[in-house]
């Protein structure tokens, strides 16, 4: 069939008025693609060989208008009632307004840029301009729209602003600013409250339910600790904003053992005091059903800890992370024997065989009979003392490696070098303590799965202010 033919053909169908919007729209792709075409008539030029890359860079170049143009005129079909209506209840107050003006729009997207036509009323009671356009389609009041702001935070979460930029542009031929970047990932941030960002009860039902074996019920793992960010005041960019400080982020990671997988739930961390911490550790056990695992409660020696976890799961056993006790066996080595001598191994390898098997009493009992060679050496003899006397009850490691349970805090460390120092102990970096715990909530609902769920509360709160100005 020739193309003669085919136009024929087009032109009998709308002569007949036999149309629909598939028809329409297949038109108007048609022609969008011939403008495509036209664009890269340039290769077909005589004598002109552009590499692989020059072609492929051209026709990402030319992409983007006619992906841009096709979702145009998807919106100007799927949404002309509402791009021509004449009148429009008021979103806040419900009066119906008239229609003032028609008022276009430029969009930025993941497809390209376009431009669509709105209708703008303004009720004069509210002192409000809206357009029903905007909350119907879901357009954000920024040029750029929601998919390109999603993913552009979602890129600033792993790199520095600038470089998010950078990439982003490179990915997609679209240019974006670090600013916008970081002002709508504090939007995002804002939005990223521990109710979005740790799974909901339904989902960690889910993965109990993967980890589980038969009778075995696997073993929910809260472990916590703090990792040291570096802070600064708040100020202006180019003001003096005064010295930085490290503060402690207090974090948890609740995680689950099975027989051959680890499966996580959940990870939150924020610059913050021991009660709030206390406070989100709760919220967090509030979605667990600990009736259906076993939970062990990994930590090293600090109160805070397991003051709180212990609150938050009463049935929880208590484990002190090995790693964490064998460092301080092996500074009384080191202060009582030469370090490295021979004598020193066999004291702290003797010492952490007898803790495994939890002949704390035992320990305890020699380090009293231990003769101190130095007064520094007696001071630390003491206090391993009574740190072995505090901690009684959390050693038995093997007990409690027979029973599935770790005996080391590895899961709460990865998540703190994974999710805190990967991204916030740059060379050079210092964060206001809000941006730095926006950044944290949306790393660890990336981390958790949850990041679609916290933006999606970001589009629906800001959709629902769409109508807070004036000015279309």
Known sequence: MSPASVLEFRQCRSSQGEQNSTDRFREVMHEELDKMIDRLAVVFEEGRRPSLAELSDMITEVRQEFLGSCLQHLVEEKYAPEAEQESSPCPRCGKVCSKRRVVRKKLETMQGPCEVKRTWFYCIDCGQGFTALDAVAEISRRERQFDV?????????????????????????QKVSDHFIHGVFEDVGAQ?????????PPEIERRIEQATSGKWRPVLVVASDGAHLPTRPKG???????????KEAKGFRIYLVSKDRIVHIASWHQIQNEEQFGIDLALAAQRIPQEKVRIALLGDGADWLWKHMKASFPTGCEVLDFYHCAEHVHEVAKAQYAEKSPEALEWAEATLCRLFYGEVGHCIAGLRRMKPKTPQAREIIRKFAAYLKKHRDR????????????????????ANKFICHTRMKRSGAWWVKETGNAMLRIRCAIYNGTYDRV??????????????????
């Open 149 to 173: 702001q999603k993913r552009c935070v979602k890129l600033a979460a792993q790199v520095p602003f600038a470089c998010a930029s950078e990439i982003f542009e490179d990915l997609t031929g």
């Open 192 to 200: 990223a409250s521990l109710e979005e960002v740790v799974p909901d």
């Open 236 to 246: 202006r960019r180019d003001a003096k904003r005064g010295s930085g400080q490290y």
């Open 395 to 414: 050693f038995n490691y093997r007990s409690r490696r027979l029973g599935g349970y770790p005996i080391g805090s590895g899961g709460i460390e990865s």
């Open 455 to 472: 933006f999606d509360r970001y589009r629906r709160a800001s959709i629902s202010k769409q109508g807070s100005s004036p000015w279309p």
